[in-house]
Nanobody
């Protein structure tokens, strides 16, 4: 079965950086658009970033442009989210997702989801 496993979250200070990783298995990784989302308890899921199959097309939510960078290593079946200049409002659980569709962005649609990794930004 398909598994997406996020890692790299943790507690960081405002202005700090973090790199999240999502390791995929059980799917042909290079055939999927990959995305990152975040969702705090009781709040709506928010699109963060997506990357096309070959990595040429990148999409970002306006709220993270200039601070977040999505990338992928198809030879490793891993998608990354580099987060710089972290703000307290970035605090939440981050999820990776896989979409067979090439559209990317918020709507995907994304068929598979990881379990999430917690990012906490606090002084």
């Amino acid at each position: 079965q398909v598994q997406l496993v996020e890692s790299g979250g943790g507690l960081v200070q405002p202005g700090g950086s973090l790199r999240l990783s999502c390791a995929a298995s059980g799917l042909t990784f290079g055939a999927y658009t990959m995305g990152w989302f975040r969702q705090a308890p009781g709040k709506e899921r928010e699109f963060v970033a997506s990357i096309s199959r070959g990595g040429a097309s990148l999409k970002y939510a306006d709220s993270v442009k200039g601070r977040f960078t999505i990338s992928r290593a198809n030879d490793k079946n891993v998608v990354y989210l580099q987060i710089n200049s972290l703000k307290p409002e970035d605090t939440t659980v981050y999820y990776c997702a896989a979409a067979l569709s090439t559209s990317g962005g918020a709507a995907g649609p994304y068929e598979y989801w990881g379990q999430g990794t917690q990012v906490t930004v606090s002084s």
